[in-house]
């Protein structure tokens, strides 16, 4: 029996934090820009590929940095809006990804072995990223392989803001002219080892025989050679906590029916609704989508008071729709989605008796959970 071909995608959000304060501040578009400590102390967090074209690097001390790149604006960076925007592309991506992971706040794994049988893995993950940057307006680049490795290396050769895909069976073509530093995992001290065993390039490593490899780096010998040849393809680590949750429906046939778009619009609400009830969260962040026959998608997000109340919600979710919609094509998809979850609380309005909403609420998911969530929907 045939092996079942693996699919892995590698997204990276390129110079993630200075794609954020650029969309914070539009003015540092295009301008070399450093974060970190002031110009006197500190080290390099991250920099602009502008920056980077005179030698700055991260981790490199800032004294340094600023004689490389002395036009350079400096900053300390806007940390608090870092975890937002990462946290709204884990939500794009939780909502679409069968399994992932996510590697760090800019960095994300995404297994789509077996999905061949319903969609082409290369086609899914180029609009997966055209959907993120559209949404969030973060550049972001893509590499697509047979394993960890290969994907997150065919994305750092993608970079800047674009994807690339090594075929299955072509990943010693794809290493080999590479540097062997390019490894990951072979840090500054095992190069030098490599360099001075004659190991330049990953085709070297390739050829090297094993038990030399062995013989000068122990067991770890034996991983840069499944390294070298693309063998080695890692485990996806994935997290089973929920933190947003999302329905959409692709329509049989577009439509511009406004009546029948805003009765879709509420049943997806009351669906996440119930949902949200059933495992005791509230949502701080509705997003509505869009998507027009050309295939174009548009996104909008809003911040909420924590809520679980369908009828809450449903007054946020119109306004969106009515914001995005352009009212002139027809609509192919539309979806919903509740993000920033928390956990249930029921507490006191001066204004609104929050109480008697909770059993009022209680009361109708009892009668769905009885007879069928279908059973009992809000009137128009």
């Given at each position: 029996m045939?092996?079942?071909?693996t699919?892995?995608?590698?997204?990276?959000?390129?110079?993630?934090?200075?794609?954020?304060e650029r969309?914070?501040d539009?003015?540092l578009?295009g301008k070399?820009l450093?974060?970190?400590?002031?110009?006197e102390r500190?080290?390099?967090?991250?920099?602009s590929y502008?920056a980077?074209?005179?030698?700055?690097?991260?981790?490199?001390?800032?004294a340094?940095?600023?004689?490389l790149?002395?036009?350079a604006?400096v900053m300390?960076?806007t940390?608090g809006?870092?975890?937002k925007?990462?946290?709204?592309?884990t939500d794009i991506?939780?909502?679409k990804a069968?399994?992932f992971?996510?590697?760090s706040?800019d960095e994300?794994?995404?297994?789509?072995?077996g999905?061949?049988?319903f969609?082409?893995?290369?086609?899914?993950?180029?609009?997966?990223?055209?959907?993120i940057?559209e949404t969030?307006?973060?550049p972001?680049?893509f590499?697509?392989a047979?394993?960890?490795?290969?994907?997150?290396?065919?994305?750092?050769?993608?970079?800047?803001?674009?994807?690339?895909?090594?075929?299955?069976?072509c990943?010693q073509?794809?290493?080999?002219?590479?540097p062997?530093?390019?490894?990951?995992g072979?840090?500054?001290?095992m190069?030098?080892?490599?360099?001075?065993?004659?190991i330049?390039?990953i085709?070297d490593l390739?050829?090297?025989?094993?038990?030399?490899?062995?013989?000068y780096?122990?067991?770890?010998?034996e991983?840069?050679?499944?390294?070298?040849?693309?063998?080695?393809?890692?485990?996806i680590?994935?997290?089973?906590?929920?933190?947003?949750?999302?329905?959409?429906?692709?329509f049989?046939?577009?439509?511009?029916?406004?009546?029948?778009?805003?009765?879709?619009?509420?049943?997806?609400?009351?669906?996440?609704?119930?949902?949200?009830?059933?495992?005791?969260?509230m949502?701080?962040?509705v997003?509505?989508?869009?998507?027009?026959p050309d295939?174009?998608?548009?996104?909008?997000?809003v911040?909420?008071?924590?809520?679980s109340?369908?009828d809450?919600?449903?007054r946020?979710?119109?306004?969106?729709?009515?914001?995005l919609?352009?009212g002139?094509?027809?609509?192919?998809?539309?979806?919903?989605?509740?993000?920033?979850?928390?956990?249930?609380?029921?507490?006191?309005?001066?204004?609104e008796?929050?109480v008697?909403?909770?059993?009022?609420?209680?009361?109708?998911?009892g009668?769905?959970?009885r007879?069928?969530?279908?059973?009992?929907a809000?009137g128009?």
């Amino acid at each position: 029996m045939k092996p079942q071909q693996t699919y892995i995608a590698h997204f990276d959000l390129d110079a993630f934090f200075v794609s954020v304060e650029r969309i914070l501040d539009p003015s540092l578009v295009g301008k070399a820009l450093i974060l970190g400590g002031s110009r006197e102390r500190g080290v390099v967090s991250t920099c602009s590929y502008e920056a980077r074209k005179f030698g700055v690097r991260s981790a490199m001390p800032m004294a340094r940095a600023t004689a490389l790149c002395p036009h350079a604006i400096v900053m300390k960076g806007t940390r608090g809006q870092y975890s937002k925007y990462s946290q709204w592309v884990t939500d794009i991506i939780a909502a679409k990804a069968p399994v992932f992971e996510k590697a760090s706040i800019d960095e994300f794994y995404i297994d789509l072995t077996g999905m061949d049988r319903f969609f082409e893995p290369l086609q899914w993950t180029i609009n997966l990223r055209q959907e993120i940057m559209e949404t969030t307006g973060l550049p972001i680049s893509f590499g697509l392989a047979s394993g960890k490795m290969v994907a997150k290396m065919a994305t750092n050769a993608a970079k800047p803001n674009g994807y690339l895909q090594v075929l299955p069976g072509c990943e010693q073509e794809f290493l080999g002219p590479l540097p062997v530093g390019e490894i990951p995992g072979v840090g500054e001290h095992m190069l030098k080892s490599l360099n001075a065993l004659g190991i330049i390039k990953i085709s070297d490593l390739a050829a090297f025989p094993v038990q030399l490899l062995e013989k000068y780096f122990g067991k770890y010998g034996e991983l840069l050679a499944l390294k070298a040849t693309g063998a080695y393809t890692g485990t996806i680590h994935t997290t089973h906590e929920s933190k947003s949750i999302s329905t959409e429906h692709t329509f049989f046939e577009n439509t511009a029916d406004q009546d029948y778009l805003q009765a879709e619009l509420l049943r997806m609400t009351e669906k996440l609704g119930f949902e949200l009830r059933e495992d005791q969260k509230m949502t701080r962040c509705v997003a509505v989508k869009i998507r027009y026959p050309d295939f174009s998608t548009h996104t909008k997000q809003v911040a909420i008071k924590s809520t679980s109340y369908d009828d809450e919600i449903i007054r946020v979710v119109r306004e969106l729709f009515r914001q995005l919609y352009d009212g002139k094509q027809q609509v192919r998809l539309i979806g919903v989605r509740f993000s920033d979850l928390t956990a249930a609380s029921v507490q006191t309005d001066i204004f609104e008796n929050r109480v008697k909403k909770a059993n009022l609420y209680a009361a109708i998911d009892g009668v769905k959970n009885r007879f069928g969530k279908g059973k009992l929907a809000r009137g128009k």
